[in-house]
């Protein structure tokens, strides 16, 4: 089974912060996602990845950047936290064509 | 601009009944749909999906129904049980290498 692992499931931090989000899959996938989930918006798309070093904004890219060095990693960083960024995010990673995987979450907290 | 809907925020159903989820969407291009669900504390989980060559997909429980002309999909879940309690996701892409667009969910409560 493809496996997505996010490092964190909970994360609490204070407004201004650099904060660092990382995900990791292990079946070799050359698309990577990240999403945030708020009630009544669903998963709103950050940014993605189509292959090492590449990145494409999202619906919301506004306050967020992401780093792809290996293939396996996708990493989504909040430059400064606002409160406005307390949410759950979901990184998830598919083959071309396919459906995605998607990895438990973590629930932000900024404060 | 939401181009995929899901306009029912919650369901609630009675045990043994059928559940049926509905999704919209505007964008003519999109050609593949799929239904996620998801648990609290737990990433969404690929459910059923449909091309738009076809009109009905069926696994197990769950169809799901595509109507092309009025742009729209329901999903149908019979017997419906407490376990499928869940936040239900739509989602479409276009092209083999799109990036999926999801509904903003509903969440489906069955009532023993």
């Known amino acids: 089974d493809v496996k997505v692992t996010q490092s964190s499931r909970y994360l609490v931090k204070r407004t201004g912060e650099k904060v660092f989000l990382e995900c990791v899959q292990d079946?070799?996938?050359?698309?990577m996602f990240w999403y945030r989930q708020d009630p009544g918006l669903g998963l709103r798309l950050i940014y993605f990845s189509y292959d090492v070093k590449m990145k494409e904004k999202g619906d919301i890219p506004e306050g967020y950047s992401v780093s792809r060095e290996k293939k396996e990693r996708f990493s989504l960083i909040l430059e400064s936290a606002s409160t406005n960024q307390t949410s759950m995010y979901l990184c998830?990673?598919?083959?071309?064509?396919?459906?995605?995987?998607f990895g438990s979450g973590t629930r932000l907290t900024v404060v | 601009d939401q181009q995929v809907k899901q306009n029912s925020p919650s369901l609630s159903v009675q045990e043994g009944r059928i559940s049926i989820l509905n999704c919209d969407y505007t964008?003519?291009?999109?050609?593949?749909f799929l239904w996620y669900k998801k648990y609290p504390a737990e990433g969404p989980t690929f459910l059923i999906s449909?091309?738009?060559?076809?009109d009905k997909n069926e696994d197990g429980r769950f169809t799901v129904f595509l109507n092309k002309s009025a742009k729209h999909l329901s999903l149908h879940i019979v017997p419906s049980q407490p376990g499928d309690s869940a936040v239900y996701f739509c989602?479409?892409?276009?092209?083999?290498?799109?990036?999926?667009?999801f509904g903003q969910g509903t969440e489906l409560s069955v009532k023993p």
């Open positions: 998830a990673s598919s083959l071309v064509g396919l459906g995605y995987t």
């Open positions: 989602a479409a892409k276009r092209n083999q290498g799109g990036k999926l667009i």
């Open positions: 449909i091309s738009s060559i076809k």
């Open positions: 964008n003519s291009m999109f050609d593949y």
């Open positions: 079946m070799d996938h050359e698309n």
